[in-house]
């Protein structure tokens, strides 16, 4: 938000009341394992119902391809051999074939129809809790997707503008966000929105924002980008004690690109990226996200990451596209506590 002074009080463990301004730091950080290990550097390679905040274009990745043979079988003459025709040589194209000059097979790839469910949760120093539930649904060429989360940070402490300790103090957040992500060949587009609430020691924020993404494939499968900005056009709504102002969300810019090693240690995935925060570039800058990804077999993975100078390490299995999960760790913004994420995610 636009006063980030309760982030660094509450990494500290100490917070003024007057300054109290959100407790939301996944508009900052965001949600689950997988994004944590690779140093935040995950918008490009998003593909579940996290990718409402990541980057809403990677909704289009919720599908399954399902396959279909068919054999087509004309009597031709000698001069007109099977598949000789403009609309049957269409209907080849781009697909496996075998067959006789008088019938050929056909093996066609279609989208299908798939609902992925996605949890995470995250313990974070000083006993910050984060959470997030989501799903998608295959539509046409993309798919929707909608997820509630939210964050809980209790014993607070709390002074008044001279020092003196006024107590504990508690905050919680609510989000709420729904999306839709659009694909086609090697490009990816999509777009969510968000409505938030907090509650901070007998006071509320109320405010929204709209997340903005694209993933586009350069050259498959060595190399993706994606661009992605968060936060965008709306303000949050304050009221309370204290909240009487009205004030824009901080605006995020982030990029990322994949790079695959070529066979034969195609099992190497590098992340570069970077966020930047619009409303801010003076104050925060940019900070740089890389993550590297090492797959030991088709069932599990290890990452590495670093976000700004915070390193991370996780560790993910695979059954198939069926289930998935990972658990990551990281330090504190102040370096001095690690901080555990946990993630699961299902496809049927």
Known sequence: MKNKLISLFIAAGVS??????????????????????????????????????????????????????????????????????????????????????????VEITERSMQTQLN??????????????????????????????????????????????????????????YIGYGWGAGPLRLGISGFALREDLSGSTVNGGGINVGAQMVVLPPLLAVAADIKNLAFVDKRSGSGFKDVGKLDTLFSFSMQIQAPPPN??????????????????DGVNLNMGLAYGFNRYMYAMLGLNGSKPAIGFGVNLGKTFQLAVSANRDVLGKEFQYFGELNFSF
Do not use: C
């Open 119 to 176: 949890t995470s949760g995250s313990m974070l120093s000083n006993g910050r809790l984060l959470y997030f539930g989501g799903v998608g649904l295959t539509v046409g060429n993309g798919a929707i997707g909608a997820g509630y989360g939210g964050s809980r940070v209790s014993a607070i402490k709390t002074y008044d503008a001279s020092g003196v300790s006024t107590g504990d103090a508690f905050a919680m957040s609510h989000v709420a």
């Open 16 to 105: 003024p009341v007057f300054a109290l301004a959100s407790s939301a730091e996944f508009l900052q950080n965001g949600f689950g394992a997988k994004s944590a290990g690779l140093g935040n550097a995950y918008g490009v390679v998003v593909s579940d119902p996290s990718a409402l905040y990541w980057n809403p274009a990677g909704l289009a990745q919720i599908y399954s391809e399902k396959r279909i043979t068919q054999t087509v079988d004309t009597a031709r003459g000698g001069d007109n051999l099977a598949g000789d025709d403009a609309e049957f040589n269409k209907l080849l194209e781009d697909q496996n074939t075998k067959g006789t000059p008088d019938s050929k097979t």
């Open 266 to 283: 195609s099992n190497f995935k590098l992340i570069l990226g970077f966020t930047a925060n619009l409303d801010k570039p003076a104050g």
